[in-house]
DNA sequence: TAAGAGTCAATAGG
DNA sequence: CCTATTGACTCTTA
């Protein structure tokens, strides 16, 4: 509860509309208890002492009539936002969901290109309202870095490798009766298939746990202690999610030994997954069990039973395109919500899904995340529901300062600041924007080169006046984004139906694609195939390079 | 250690 | 506001 309640606290500590309505943010019960039972927590908090010279310095014209009459230097707000966010490493994304309750482009466009005070009408103003209250406490600032940090520190990379670092770790539950011969039959345990579907169930569990920990408000613990405080994010999937995974093991362990029933299991985790309806489509497009190319009984070592599972990743999110759709539910909110993802990824996710095999754990991670929330039309309802109440709710979900001093956090940062990393934010480099020049060229050297020398980039890099990381990022984004694109089955259209693109690589690529999308096109095909795509053109791409180089 | 995978933030365009 | 694209980054993998 810690971080969402906290919030939730802050907020309403300080704006007196919170306090009377709280966001419907995690579909749990209790959270906005915590809200007004836990407040006196921050009443003593050293930050509330400070001075707060730094709001005044944004105000320019300081009047007698109130916060909506003074006027922001919006420039400098954002550019002290920015600075913060990057000193304290908090996210656009979590800044923007936590204090403004917008989405992360939209955090992007206002701290990039801040419209003049003067400019703004009440409702633009409001996000600059609660940056400039935001920067005024440092108490919420330390907060929103907490959180960050706690998602983090959730991340499932973080727990995957976690599982996978023990090797021996005993096998999915040791509450659930239905797995005990699962162990002797698996015990090595070291797939990596097996591992990420355990630790999804293992989060599950662990998030169902704290999730009905929450169902009794007791928040007037200080948050500290509730360090168990879910994402949310990934809540609505949770329970059908366990009992999804529930079932897989169930159902292999039947495939495997016909003396385990078919049924889903009793267990708590089951519950949800039970009551849903039973697809005839969900084998056939979702996920299958391919344990008929298997051998009847699997080696002991194999984690034989999860390495069949199979997601048509496709055919998923096809599925949840048209959900989204219909239900007109968009990628930011179906990302914060499901998987715990921003826009820009979801929107890649979902153009260019990539096939099963060639997913890692992590990129499993999400499609069962997707087929689970497909199953339960609860979900999509809860998301339209809480769709509705989203942009209410993002208004009201701020954090709010009382007075603190943050131009001195700012200051004592100076030029130099370094993260928790010791990465100096000094060190970051402005967003570089390829010219169609700069692109083709690279393109051009691709063909010939696609696995350029650290000579030729800086080759390359030199005549071209970019810096070398610069060109070699192009290039790993390159092959990844042409394999990508080879697997996924629209892009045949997506071209031909936009063959003009600047994207880098339809632009250049006019081809009638053959594989299935599945496909399991080997490497050294697949670099043929590019070669070929790629090829159209060339010459005069080269041409016009080596026109563009000699100028240069 | 280089390449790949997965993401993110910035941005373009609707 | 939305989605798609893309340069850059972090972490993993071979």
């Not at 509860?1 to 704006?15: E, G, P």
């Not at 662990?206 to 809540?235: C, F, I, K, R």
Request: charge should be negative; charged fraction near 25%.
């Amino acid at each position: 509860m810690l971080l969402y309640s906290d919030v939730l606290y802050l907020c309403s500590l300080t704006d007196p509309v919170i306090q009377k309505e709280t966001p419907e943010f995690h579909h749990s019960t209790g959270k906005e208890e915590a809200l007004n039972e836990s407040s006196s927590f921050i009443s003593g908090s050293p930050a509330s002492s400070s001075s707060s010279l730094s709001v005044q310095s944004f105000i320019k014209e300081e009047t007698d009539s109130g916060d909506d009459e003074q006027e922001f230097d919006t420039a400098r707000l954002a550019q002290q936002v920015k600075e913060t966010l990057q000193r304290l490493n908090i996210g656009q994304r979590v800044f923007g969901h936590y204090v403004l309750g917008l989405s992360q482009g939209t955090v992007s466009d206002i701290l990039a290109r801040p419209k003049p005070w003067s400019k703004l009408t009440s409702r633009g103003r409001e996000p600059f309202l609660r940056m400039k209250h935001f920067l005024s406490n440092e108490h919420s600032i330390q907060m929103l870095s907490v959180i960050q940090e706690r998602l983090r520190d959730r991340s499932s990379d973080d727990v995957i490798s976690n599982i996978l670092d023990q090797s021996r770790l005993e096998m999915l539950d040791d509450d659930d009766d239905d797995d005990d011969d699962e162990g002797s039959r698996c015990q090595r345990g070291g797939d990596a298939s097996h591992d990420i579907i355990r630790n999804i169930l293992q989060q599950a569990k662990h998030e169902m746990q704290t999730q009905t920990q929450t169902q009794t408000p007791a928040m007037n613990d200080a948050p500290v202690q509730q360090e168990e405080e879910d994402y949310g994010t990934l809540e609505p999937s949770v329970q059908s999610l366990a009992g999804f995974v529930q079932s897989i093991i169930q159902k292999v362990k039947c495939e495997i030994n016909e003396d385990a029933e078919p049924s889903v299991s009793p267990s708590s985790v089951s519950r949800s997954f039970q009551t849903l309806p039973a697809d005839p489509d969900q084998t056939a497009q979702g996920f299958k069990m391919e344990t008929r190319q298997r051998p009847r009984s699997c080696p002991i070592s194999g984690s034989c039973e999860l390495q069949s599972l199979h997601l048509d990743t496709f055919s998923i999110t096809q599925r949840v395109k048209e959900t989204l759709t219909v239900n007109n539910i968009g990628q930011r909110v179906f990302g914060e919500e499901v998987l715990g993802l921003t826009q820009s990824s979801v929107s890649e996710l979902l153009s260019h899904p990539k096939p099963w095999t060639k997913l890692s754990l992590k990129g499993k991670e999400n499609f069962i995340r997707m087929h689970l929330w497909l199953q339960d039309p609860q979900n999509i309802q809860k998301l339209n529901a809480m769709k509705k109440t989203d942009h209410r709710a993002r208004l009201k979900r701020a954090l709010i300062g009382s007075d603190c001093d943050s131009q001195r956090c700012l200051d004592a940062g100076g030029q130099g600041f370094c993260d928790r990393w010791g990465r100096c934010e000094a060190m970051k480099r402005p967003r570089v924007i390829l010219s169609a020049q700069e692109r083709e060229a690279l393109i051009a050297v691709y063909q010939t080169e696609p696995y350029p020398s650290q000579h030729t980039i800086e080759t390359l890099a030199a005549q071209l006046g970019l810096h070398t990381s610069t060109v070699s990022n192009w290039f790993y984004n390159y092959r990844s984004r042409i394999r990508r694109d080879g697997f996924s089955e629209p892009v045949q259209t997506r071209i031909f139906q936009n063959p003009t693109s600047c994207s880098p690589v339809s632009a250049s690529l006019v081809r009638i694609k053959q594989e299935p999308s599945d496909g399991e096109m080997e490497d050294a095909d697949l670099q043929r195939e590019e070669h070929n795509h790629v090829s159209v053109g060339v010459q005069s791409v080269k041409r016009e390079k080596d026109e563009d180089l000699s100028e240069l």
